[in-house]
Antibody, heavy 118, light 110 residues
Framework: EVQLVESGGGLVQPGGSLRLSCAAS????????MHWVRQAPGKGLEWVSF????????YYADSVKGRFTISRDNAKNSLYLQMNSLRAEDTAVYYC????????????WGQGTVVTVS | QSVLTQPPSASGTPGQRVTISCSGS????????VSWYQQLPGTAPKLLIY???QRPSGVPDRFSGSKSGTSASLAISGLRSEDENDYYC???????????FGGGTKVTVL
């Protein structure tokens, strides 16, 4: 079964750091572009970051640029998001998402991990 | 960053057809494929439409997508109570090098 499982969320104080992880299974992780997407309580979806299969290209939303770092370890089938200088507005459910490159669509979503900055 | 505009809400009675719009610009919708996502309360979003009008396997043909110029639309025909969810459009923006989501539309079945 194709699956993405996030972990690492929790309660952190403003200015603190947190590292999210996403374990991929059921597919060849190294072949896929991956993303983090978040959703603040009661709000819509917000794209956070993208990483190319070989980490050649990385992009961030302006709201997290300079504070968050996306990375991946293809040998471990894992995606990461290092979050520093956290703010109250970073409070959200963070989803690990697989992209179908040719179709330009997010086809597999994890269940999400909750980050609370307070 | 620029915005994809969706109506915050849409509604219809069972059996009706409901259409949700997603308005962008030449650097996003005008130049790239749009996808649509359905989100049930408390769950992760699910891919509903990709490449403007293609349905993944398992998605009922009651759901259809279209794109014209810098706007896209999702239509739900034969509205059913289980369609009462949130719907989001998404597209890549060439100028900003970011992915963008619309603000989301909550569909209510009256």
């Amino acid at each position: 079964e194709v699956q993405l499982v996030e972990s690492g969320g929790g309660l952190v104080q403003p200015g603190g750091s947190l590292r999210l992880s996403c374990a991929a299974s059921g597919f060849t992780f190294s072949n896929y572009e991956m993303h983090w997407v978040r959703q603040a309580p009661g709000k819509g979806l917000e794209w956070v970051s993208f990483i190319h299969p070989t980490s050649t290209f990385i992009y961030y939303a302006d709201s997290v640029k300079g504070r968050f770092t996306i990375s991946r370890d293809n040998a471990k089938n894992s995606l990461y998001l290092q979050m520093n200088s956290l703010r109250a507005e970073d409070t959200a459910v963070y989803y690990c998402v697989r992209e179908l490159e040719i179709e330009d669509a997010f086809d597999i979503w994890g269940q999400g991990t909750v980050v609370t900055v307070s | 960053q620029s915005v994809l505009t969706q109506p915050p809400s849409a509604s219809g009675t069972p059996g009706q057809r409901v259409t949700i719009s997603c308005s962008g610009s030449s650097s996003n919708i005008g130049n790239n494929d749009v996808s649509w996502y359905q989100q049930l309360p408390g769950t992760a979003p699910k891919l509903l439409i990709y490449m403007n009008n293609q349905r993944p396997s398992g998605v009922p043909d009651r759901f259809s997508g279209s794109k014209s110029g810098t706007s896209a639309s999702l239509a739900i025909s034969g509205l059913r109570s289980e369609d009462e969810n949130d719907y989001y459009c998404a597209v890549w923006d060439d100028s900003l090098s970011v992915w963008m989501f619309g603000g989301g539309t909550k569909v209510t079945v009256l």
